[in-house]
Nanobody, 125 residues
Framework: VQLQASGGGLVQAGGSLRLSCTTS????????MGWFRQAPGKEREFVAA????????LYADSVKGRFTSSRDSTKNKVYLQLNSLKPEDTAVYYC???????????????????WGQGTLVTVSS
């Protein structure tokens, strides 16, 4: 499975971005897809997850109500809509895939076995 994240950039506080993660390789219909982020000097943290087959989602408390994850099975893409961005959202954002058969969206990065390269989101105050 190959993952390619894109859509990062520089935005002012209060602005929006949409990140995309394109998947290729194995059939993804049974995957859980996750978004994580890592700010400078900090550990990687969970942001959001979505079950590819039924669209169930899970969000970190820090982004709940501001970020939305979705998927487009026809394009093999997962999206993360980032609204009401704050300077503390500045980080490299990563998409990840879990093919380990979990039925629920997962927040633990150890449960993901494929990772894409990150895309940088910078939010200015």
């Amino acid at each position: 499975v190959q993952l390619q994240a894109s859509g990062g950039g520089l935005v002012q506080a209060g602005g929006s971005l949409r990140l995309s993660c394109t998947t290729s390789g194995r059939t993804v219909s049974s995957y859980n897809m996750g978004w994580f982020r890592q700010a400078p000097g900090k550990e990687r943290e969970f942001v959001a997850a979505i079950n590819w087959s039924d669209g169930r989602t899970l969000y970190a408390d820090s982004v709940k109500g501001r970020f939305t994850s979705s998927r487009d099975s026809t394009k093999n893409k997962v999206y993360l809509q980032l609204n009401s961005l704050k300077p503390e959202d500045t980080a490299v954002y990563y998409c990840a895939a879990s093919t380990r058969g979990y039925t629920d969206p997962q927040s633990n990065p150890a449960q993901y076995n494929y990772w894409g390269q990150g895309t940088l989101v910078t939010v200015s105050s």
